[in-house]
């Protein structure tokens, strides 16, 4: 009898032990979590397809500097810094500065209000996905080639462009789902962290 309640006591130690939910968000700073939702990139990252190389390195924590590279045929350059302040009350500054001549990121800056934040949505189409941030407010500060005139309404609405995750082929089957997935959990670990 004792056997059978000690067995007992410890496969439900052992059950409640593993089931505690675990994301890829536990352990970082609320400014990499805001990145990863902002422009869906992580430090660390790499992408190999068969004559490219992208890779985000971080080049400093606080505030949290990303910089997009490129590397093809034995070249590499910058394309891109990105970067994210946290302001306090899940308030951030999230910077973008394209280094390369096509201006594919653009260069802009904008303050992200998320303590209003309801849901979070990817939006597909367009050259790039974009992310609707409901119950935020965006607000365009600077830019570089007129972007918040064009990125504006968008801003309003709570929508922005997002440039990753880089590290998933988007032929895989149950990429959508995985880009979804993994960005509610960056929600809900940035909620916890700003105690939305």
């Known amino acids: 009898m004792k056997t059978k ?7 439900g130690v052992l059950i409640s032990a593993c089931s505690g939910s675990s994301s890829p968000f536990d352990g970082k700073s609320p400014e990499e979590v805001a990145m990863f939702i902002f422009s869906g990139f992580q430090k660390g990252t790499v992408r ?10 971080a080049s ?7 910089t997009i590279n490129g590397s093809a045929q034995g070249q590499s350059r910058d ?31 904008a303050r992200i209000d998320l303590s209003g934040l309801t849901d979070a949505k990817l939006v597909y189409g367009g050259p790039t996905d974009s992310i609707a941030l409901a119950g935020s407010k965006i607000q365009c500060l600077a830019s570089g080639r007129r972007e918040c005139e064009w990125m504006g309404k968008n801003f309003a609405k709570g929508t922005m462009v997002r440039f990753g ?18 960005l509610g959990e960056a929600v809900q670990s940035l909620k916890s962290k700003c105690k939305i």
């Open 5 to 11: 309640l000690l067995a007992s006591v410890l496969a």
């Open 48 to 57: 190999k397809d068969k004559d490219f190389e992208l890779k985000v390195l």
């Open 60 to 66: 400093q924590d606080k505030p949290l500097v990303l």
């Open 79 to 109: 394309m891109a810094t990105f970067s994210v302040t946290d302001q306090g009350n899940c308030s951030f500054l999230y910077s973008v500065v394209d280094k390369g001549d096509q201006n594919t990121f653009g260069t802009w800056q």
């Open 165 to 182: 995750p880089i590290d998933l082929d988007e032929r895989q089957d149950g990429y959508r789902e995985l880009k979804e997935k993994t």
